[in-house]
């Protein structure tokens, strides 16, 4: 089969001469491809050591001994870290004082949490060496029953969900509802734990000096990393400096600095030396994140025409035993379909794991699922195609909310991809359809939401005497395309062409740029991007406008327009001056200014702003051995306006797999007697490969929203994953009239 690979862009995207909207290549490509650009481990300072975790192989209990002795006298080993030496901290590990603080395992004491747990850190003046020295600590342990699994433990109703959301919500009479249907849906789904995995694991090369800190590490959030080493050694934050230009993968793993990277600090404290500390891929499982599994419960009524007239969605989630990370599931119910009565709520268990995280779409991946196959189930009981049922169930306004959505093309995404995929042709009832080779076909959808979100970040402009432009903030590209659709913004924003424009990120004494999560960092940076040139051409414009000199004079302010490296008159075009011009006639070698992004709270308040998307899949199942392949994906996305086609497509599609595998590979499998990860490598936790990946197309369909921001971008990161694990589970059951709820589908599952 040929590999096929499009995306369509509606055209009046491009604006003329504008940056914003053309499908660059990344600039960070030919770097990363010549092995150029230099990650966190490609660091070497001078006099730097190793460092190298020991990790528990328990889960749940205390370290009872640790052959220090033994381990110090290997020839190579220059210091060993347990929880009798290590360099004070200024804050206790355990402390959370905000949501976002989660609480971290720095050897504060000799209690093992989970299994992959820090107990010990090797330094040594080579890797093997270090690693030598890790196996000769031969840990001794007290062990206690390992509480693994949704069952593990009393189960009760968390304060909060996510980062605060309310753990229950309500809006109309859910068992009225249910009573009044004449259909009716009430079954169970559940999903597994999954890990980041990120390519690049998680890594620091840490160098004190006196007390300033120097560090190379992967971050997704530079200031908020910054503010919490701070607060652990007690230094102010100025005095820390962080690298983190690119980022081999985050997926909300790095969102927040973890402990193994904080460890790595004390380890260069303890010895006095730089150090180097790398996660080895089994130490991934544990220490830094993870998807919580679930199981969620949902019931849906309908009544005679397909409308309906009730949706309750209860999610059961795992979290560790010493901290609050809830995953908030059942929040996925809140937008997408109308209906008079929807109530959404949680409960949770303690499990013998690190604490889970925020882990691309958390909550909205998990639900989705979930609620992608109920509304499936319920079009099949209603005897309706499952699109005419999404679209009798279309979301005028917010169903939870009441609220008006900004902007909602999710009409145009049915239409298009529906269209694209050749929806039209399904036959209703599964099993019906036969390839050549004698398999099972099937087509399913899924309805993609995700909100679009923004936090807060800062950028500075600078236009230079020679004409050049220079924009900085302390953004970083994770692969996604940062570094490029962030240059485009400040290009235009300062009214110049992008060979004319330096981007500089990857730095925390650069302004802050927030966080690259959420999806929300193209609108926020991008904000922060937008007005910091808008206010450095503000000030040009004063200049000039100012000066009778100046072609200029007397405009105003308002009355010029900026493009091309020049400000133009409005009401006369032919009427202008170079921004060097303006510079060189007040003597100035650059002129600079800063700018905010954040969210306008009026028009947050007033209406309800997500991105949609409509993905449909088409599987074949060998009606004999149950394999499943996925043959086709195709998906219709509305995220509001697009800054750069190529890197969008990229997105989705990253977005579009991990769904796929969501529905089909992922899964960490524990060991319920020792409460290990038993496939803790990429070996045995299944991802998909490109043959896994045959056909994907991403339509992005044209949505202006003038609500969301000024840019009126909504955001991409993790739309893409929520609505394709549905519609590759949907189209498993129309294949094989086989309704899986218990994800990933197994080939076990089919026969
Ligand atoms: Mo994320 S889970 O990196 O928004």
Redesign the pocket.
């Known amino acids: 089969m040929t590999p096929e690979i499009s995306l369509t862009q509606s055209p009046s995207h491009l604006r003329h001469g504008s940056s914003i909207g053309q499908p660059l290549t990344r600039r960070d490509g030919v770097l990363k491809v010549k092995g150029e650009a230099r990650y966190a481990a490609d660091n070497h300072p001078p006099g730097m050591l190793y460092a190298v975790l020991a990790v528990s192989s328990i889960a749940r209990g205390r370290v009872t001994f640790l052959d220090v002795q033994t381990a110090r006298s290997h020839p190579g080993v220059v210091d060993v870290m347990t929880s009798t030496n290590k360099p004070p901290l200024a804050e206790d590990p355990d402390a959370k004082t905000n949501p976002f603080m989660f609480r971290l395992d720095l050897l504060q004491n000799d209690l093992v949490r989970y299994a992959n747990q820090p107990i010990a850190v090797v330094i040594a003046r080579t890797l093997e060496a270090a690693t030598e020295g890790a196996a000769l600590l031969s840990p001794h342990y007290e062990t206690q029953p390992a509480r693994v699994g949704l069952d593990a433990s009393e189960s009760f109703v968390p304060a909060a969900v996510g980062v605060g959301n309310p753990s229950e919500v309500r809006r109309g009479d859910v068992e009225a509802g249910l009573a009044a249907a004449s259909k009716r849906i009430d079954a169970t789904y559940e999903t597994s734990i999954q890990y980041h995995n990120a390519i690049e694991p998680h890594a620091i090369v840490a160098a004190w000096d006196g007390d300033a800190l120097s560090i190379d590490t992967p971050s ?1 959030g530079l200031a908020m990393a910054q503010g919490r080493i701070a607060g652990l050694f007690g230094i102010s934050p100025e005095k820390i400096h962080i690298r983190s230009p690119f980022l081999g993968g ?6 927040l600095i973890s402990g193994p990277q904080i460890l790595g600090i004390m380890a260069a404290r303890l010895v006095g030396q730089p150090v180097k500390l790398v996660l080895r891929r089994e130490q991934m499982y544990g220490p830094v994140g993870h998807r919580a599994s679930t199981r969620q419960r949902i019931r849906i009524g309908a009544d005679v025409d397909g409308s309906l007239t009730a949706i309750d969605h209860h999610a059961k989630t795992a979290s560790s035993s010493f901290d609050d990370f809830f995953e908030p599931a059942a929040d996925a119910s809140h937008t997408l379909y109308a209906s008079p009565a929807i109530a959404t709520s949680h409960e949770a268990v303690r499990t013998d794991t690190g604490t889970p ?6 909550g909205e991946a998990t639900g989705s699922i979930a609620l992608e196959s109920a509304i499936d189930e319920a079009a099949s009981a209603c005897g309706m195609d499952p699109l005419a049922f999404r679209i009798r169930n279309y979301a005028e306004v917010e169903p939870i909310s009441g609220k008006s959505f900004s902007s909602k093309a999710l009409r145009e995404c049915y239409a298009q991809g529906a269209d694209r995929f050749g929806w039209s042709r399904r036959p209703l009832a599964p099993r019906q359809v036969r390839d050549d080779a004698g398999l099972l076909v099937g087509w399913g959808m899924g309805t993609a939401t995700f909100p679009a979100l923004m936090f807060q970040a800062e950028a500075r402009a600078v236009v230079r005497s020679d004409g050049s432009g220079l924009m900085e903030t302390g953004a970083h590209d994770m692969g996604q395309g940062a570094w490029t659709a962030f240059a485009q913004i400040a290009a235009d924003g300062l009214g110049l062409d992008l060979e004319q424009t330096e981007f500089r990120a990857g730095t925390s004494d650069l302004p802050d740029a927030g ?6 960092h193209t609108a926020t940076a991008g904000m922060a991007i937008h007005n910091a040139g808008a206010a450095v051409i503000a000030k040009l414009a004063d200049l000039a406008t100012g000066d009778e000199r100046s072609p200029l004079f007397g405009a105003g302010n308002a009355g010029v327009i900026a493009h091309s490296g020049r400000l133009f008159r409005r009401d006369d075009e032919m009427r202008s001056e170079s921004y060097a011009d303006i510079l060189g006639r007040a003597g100035l070698a650059q002129i600079e200014a800063r700018g905010k992004g954040a969210a306008d709270p009026a028009a947050q308040s007033t209406y309800a702003m997500h991105a949609h998307g409509a993905v449909f899949a088409e599987v074949k199942v060998d009606p004999d051995l149950g394999q499943i392949r996925v043959t086709r994906l195709v998906g219709a996305f509305a995220a509001g306006r697009v800054i750069n086609p190529r890197l969008v497509r990229s997105q989705i599609f990253g977005g579009m797999i991990w769904g796929m595998s969501f529905a089909l590979h992922e899964q960490a499998v524990m060991d319920h007697r020792s409460g290990r990860t038993l496939n803790a490598n990429l070996a045995e936790y299944h991802f998909p490969v490109n043959a896994d990946v045959p056909s994907l197309e991403a339509l992005m369909i044209e949505e202006h929203d003038l609500h969301v921001n000024a840019l009126g971008i909504k955001g991409v ?2 739309i893409g994953i929520t609505g394709s694990a549905g519609a590759v589970a949907n189209a498993v059951w129309h294949a094989t009239g086989i309704r899986v709820r218990r994800f990933p589908i197994r080939i076990e599952d089919l026969l």
């Open positions: 997704q985050g997926f909300g793993s790095k969102g995280l925020f882990m691309r779409a958390p966080i690259a999560g959420g999806s929300a990161g993790e």
